[in-house]
């Protein structure tokens, strides 16, 4: 790789003054003025965001909510998942077949996203584009329909439940609070510039477009937050999977996109909590008590249960009762889960809580991640990514509105996150080249959006045709991270080229 990460302002926190060279416990001057020069650009770059944005909520909240009768001849909530027949009833020999199609179409298409350099969740989310409607049940409606009849996948949509619920406890997992704390001062301004630009651009274009795009009854509030929240989404997962095959683990610049991106991970996390709460909730005062209960659960479960559960784990271990230890963490994550469902806010909620509460120990997260990550990614995912491609409607950009409306969502997702991030890094004091790699990377969306629109559809607040816009468009700016960080690469290499010429 050709990317240079040249360190920002300030140096090191090295004490100069004396004759001996150690590591001073405190920061000397230039890094004190640097450190208030980054909180100063916060200040004014997220908090003047923040303001906005409130304010456009304000103003949204007073616009009416749209009636049936209005939106009849516009509303375009055509993607449902299959209906199951009433006393209809399917064999076992059906399940298995549409769970052999689908994980054959998704490992076969993530084996082909690899060989054309992309990641593999990228073949796998296009996969289950093709097997729903957009394709196969138009071009092959005989094969489709006697695969897929209308309520037979009852089975597999628990399957695929099951898989998020182990995917999210996988993710916290792999959460690293110490790469977090050691890049804090940079990840933190540009992780929250990477968020906060994106959501203010998203609400402002759900104001814009709730009159024609909103499904009857939804009031503005809940579809502006969850239009800002997909812009606001990093994928984590694949992010650190791009920048460990391009072998930037242990490069200054890796560690620096990968804390963002673990930062960006747990802000939109909780962000997604708080509006799932309000929605659910229904009105402000029951949102906020769900709210509270949702800091409760986080409190208990961090506080008390996680040295608790570590401290069980580890005398499991040393009485080599492992089987019973990864029962017990099993039981731990589902119960989590649960809990969180319970209370208001979503399941997958609960089982990041969970992953975040596993030992530190590298050793010990790598096997529980190992054992989940057979079953939960290699299996039962490729079902979430079919059910996905269900509610899916390509056909539905035949209509010329929808597609210049695809474009939009797609200039002002890429705007946000590229934008966001490429400029915080640039003022935190990393070259063009780096600032702009930066924005690249964390405007990779792919798994995780996924998870957060399906989440909004669920709930009916995003209707089938921004369902569909929002789906193409996690799949857009996932695929055109590696062709523009090659770009970037090349760009760098003929710029060194050209210095080395001139000297």
């Known amino acids: 790789m050709l990317f240079y990460c040249r360190p920002p302002r300030g140096g090191f926190f090295v004490n100069r003054r004396s004759s001996v060279n150690f590591t001073s416990r405190f920061p000397d ?3 004190l003025l640097e ?50 027949a009433k006393g209809a009833a399917f064999p076992l020999e059906l399940s298995l077949l549409q769970l052999i199609v689908v994980l054959a179409a998704a490992r076969t298409a993530g084996a082909v996203a690899k060989l054309l350099h992309q990641p593999a969740v990228v073949g796998e989310m296009l996969a289950g584009v093709c097997l729903g409607p957009s394709l196969l049940g138009k071009w092959c409606p005989g094969i489709s329909a ?18 998020l619920v182990f995917f999210m406890f996988v993710l916290g997992m792999d959460l690293d609070t110490g790469l977090i704390r050691k890049k804090a001062r940079h990840a933190f301004l540009i992780s929250h510039s990477s968020i906060v630009l994106p959501f203010f651009l998203g609400v402002t274009l759900a104001y814009f477009i709730y009159p024609l795009t ?10 502006a937050l969850f239009i800002g929240t997909a812009m606001s989404i990093t994928a984590f997962p694949v992010l650190a999977r791009i920048v460990m095959d391009r072998g930037l683990t242990q490069h200054p610049l890796g560690q620096l996109v990968i804390s963002c991106a673990a930062a960006d991970d747990v802000t939109a996390w909780c962000l997604l909590a708080v509006v799932v709460a309000l929605v659910k909730a229904g009105t402000i005062g029951m ?35 492992g089987e019973i230890a990864t029962t017990a963490v099993f039981l731990f994550v589902l119960i989590s889960a649960w809990t969180a469902e319970k209370i208001g806010i979503h399941a997958l909620m609960g089982a990041f809580l ?34 996905s491609g269900l509610r899916t409607r390509l056909d539905l950009l035949g209509d010329g509105q929808l597609r210049l409306l695809f474009a939009l969502v797609l200039c002002v997702a890429v705007a946000g996150k590229f934008g966001g991030a490429g400029l915080a890094a640039r003022l935190s004091g990393y070259s063009w080249h780096d600032a702009v790699a930066i924005g690249v990377l964390m405007n990779t969306r792919g798994l995780v959006e996924l998870i957060v629109i399906n989440i909004g559809y669920e709930l009916g607040v995003l209707s089938g045709g921004i369902y569909t816009i929002l789906v193409l468009m996690a799949i857009t700016t996932t695929l055109m991270t590696s062709p523009l960080l090659d770009w970037v690469d090349r760009s760098r290499a003929k710029k060194i080229e050209q210095l080395k010429i001139e000297c």
Do not use: C
């Not at 909103?214 to 579809?223: D, I, K, M, N």
């Open 35 to 84: 450190m208030y020069r980054t909180l100063l650009i916060y200040i004014l770059l997220v908090g003047s965001l923040f303001v906005l944005t409130g304010v456009l909520l304000s103003k949204g909240s007073l616009l009416p909510v749209r009636l049936p009768a209005l939106v009849k001849t516009v509303s375009i909530r055509v993607a449902e998942a299959p209906v199951p």
């Open 29 to 31: 001057e230039k890094v």
């Open 146 to 163: 006697a695969l897929f009849p209308a309520g037979s996948l009852q089975g597999i949509t628990l399957l695929s439940q099951a898989g």
């Open 354 to 387: 969970a992953g975040t509460a596993m030992p530190a120990e590298s050793d010990y997260r790598e096997e529980m991640a190992g054992k989940v990550k057979d079953i939960s990614v290699l299996v039962l995912l490729p079902v979430f990514f079919f059910l």
């Open 214 to 223: 909103a499904p009857p009854g939804v009031r503005f509030l809940p579809f």
């Open 287 to 321: 949102g906020l008590l769900t709210i509270v209960k949702a800091l409760g659960l986080v409190a208990v479960i961090l506080l008390v249960i996680k040295p608790l559960l570590q401290r069980a784990l580890h005398w499991l271990r040393a009485k080599n009762a």
